[in-house]
């Protein structure tokens, strides 16, 4: 059986008065793809942000690889091989589009680097041609691209992407 990698059980989360998650529960093992789908304002993205240390709930348990983790700060849950695509992306715009892709690189937890600046450049060669180039000066769709490649620089087990075609060209989408 594969190894549960991020568990959350019966979250409350709230903003402010507004109780956003009400008792939200939610897995994730090794080898699983996992789609998390609902409307608008459904509490999809409070629900990666509660269980990634971005907010903390106030009720309910998250565990990351069995360990409980509610609250942790976010840099706890990246440590376990968790990488987050955030909806908006949140790159660095003043970094180049080189060293906002090799800053986060590291080898994963087994320390081994499947993900390497090469690979990532060949997924995305669109950032090839635009390495000396600001992150601010990208394009929505390269921004996208750019932290997406962030992100699996650093190897991950996991990798959560919320709105992960957000800005990206049906084409690459599919890719």
Do not use: C
């Not at 087994?110 to 690979?119: A, F, I, L, P, V």
Request: glycine share 14%.
């Amino acid at each position: 059986m594969a190894e549960m990698l991020l568990e959350a059980a019966d979250l409350h989360t709230y903003y402010g008065l507004s109780h956003i998650l009400r008792g939200a529960n939610f897995a994730v093992s090794g080898g699983e793809t996992v789609g998390l789908m609902g409307r608008n304002s459904m509490g999809k993205t409070t629900l990666l942000r509660s269980m990634l240390g971005h907010v903390k709930p106030r009720s309910g348990t998250v565990r990351v690889r069995g360990e409980p983790m509610t609250g942790a700060a976010p840099y706890r849950v990246a440590r376990q091989g968790i990488a987050y695509v955030p909806e908006g992306r949140g790159i660095f715009p003043n970094l180049t589009v080189k060293e906002n892709l090799l800053m986060p690189a590291r080898a994963g937890l087994d320390g081994k680097r499947e993900w390497t600046y090469d690979r990532v450049l060949s997924t995305f060669p669109r950032l090839a041609e635009r390495l000396s180039n600001g992150g601010g000066q990208l394009s929505g769709g390269e921004q996208q691209m750019l932290t997406i490649g962030r992100a699996l620089m650093t190897n991950p087990d996991l990798l959560i992407l919320d709105e992960a075609t957000e800005g990206l060209a049906p084409l690459i989408a599919r890719e």
